[in-house]
């Protein structure tokens, strides 16, 4: 059984860099046509996809959040981590962690396989 796990700061400050990192056990990050991604859920909202790492390193990122988001990996730590940068009040969200294989959508999160928890970030000073 594949199990996620996000870890990072539960607060960052404006103007400041959230950085978030999954660690996964169970499987592997390199695990042939997988995919790897971050979601978010802003208080009172709908679930954002906001971009996805696949099994051969490749990234994708959702338009709207492309220019200040990264996804990156450590393949010896089977983690990848995610980075948004220029915070404001407005990335205030449970960032979650989600894997899906090829073929699926990465806008329906029904098509996910395995998710972790989630982790509450607050942007604020």
């Known amino acids: 059984q594949v199990q996620l796990q996000e870890s990072g700061p539960g607060l960052v400050k404006p103007s400041q860099t959230l950085s978030l990192t999954c660690t996964v056990s169970?499987?592997?990050?390199?695990?042939?046509?997988?995919?790897w991604s971050w979601i978010r859920q802003p208080p009172g909202k709908g679930l954002e996809w906001m971009g996805a790492?696949?099994?051969?390193?490749?990234?994708y990122y959702s338009p709207s959040l492309k220019s200040r988001t990264s996804i990156s990996r450590d393949t010896s730590k089977n983690q990848f981590t995610l980075q948004l940068s220029f915070v404001t009040p407005e990335d205030t969200a449970v960032y979650y962690c989600a894997s899906l294989s090829a073929g699926s959508s990465w806008w329906e999160p029904d098509e996910y396989d395995y998710w972790g928890q989630g982790t509450q970030v607050t942007v604020s000073s």
């Open positions: 169970g499987g592997s990050i390199t695990t042939d046509y997988y995919y």
């Open positions: 790492i696949g099994y051969s390193g490749s990234t």
